[in-house]
């Protein structure tokens, strides 16, 4: 289960990353 909340979080944290790029964008 920690490997899928750790995954969950990188992909979370992905996303965020995308979204402020492309706002500074």
Known sequence: V????TN???L???AV???ID???E
Request: proline residues 0%; aromatic residues 6%.
């Open 2 to 5: 920690g490997f899928c909340s």
């Open 8 to 10: 969950r979080v990188s």
């Open 12 to 14: 979370q944290l992905g």
């Open 17 to 19: 990353v995308i979204t």
């Open 22 to 24: 492309v706002e500074v």
